[in-house]
């Protein structure tokens, strides 16, 4: 199941820079692994905002949610979840 994500990241302005930076390269590499192999299909920023939209093929509801709330930023999230489905309309043969 193809799902569209919104990440928006607010981070307690009290939290020591080196620990936002940890933070940050941890969630990077783990993004990264969950790209390579292929259940974060897609990652795209928000221009001028610390938000991302994102597209993940996973097997069910439950597999987005344990992905998303491993993340190392997810106590810091704002998150909206829209099912996606393909439009019959599209000419693109690897659109699930």
């Not at 990241?9 to 080196?18: D, G, I, K, N, Q």
């Given at each position: ?79 909206e979840v829209m099912p996606l489905c393909r439009h019959p309309s ?7």
């Amino acid at each position: 199941m193809l799902f569209h994500v919104r990440m928006d990241v607010t981070l307690p302005p009290s939290m020591p820079e080196a620990d936002a930076a940890e933070l940050k390269k941890v969630e990077k590499a783990q993004s990264q692994a969950l790209q390579a192999q292929g259940k974060w299909r897609h990652l795209w920023r928000i221009a001028g905002q610390y938000s991302n939209i994102s597209v993940f093929d996973v097997e069910n509801v439950d597999e987005l949610h344990t992905l998303i709330s491993s993340l190392p930023l997810f106590p810091y999230m704002k998150i909206e979840v829209m099912p996606l489905c393909r439009h019959p309309s599209s000419i693109r043969d690897d659109d699930r």
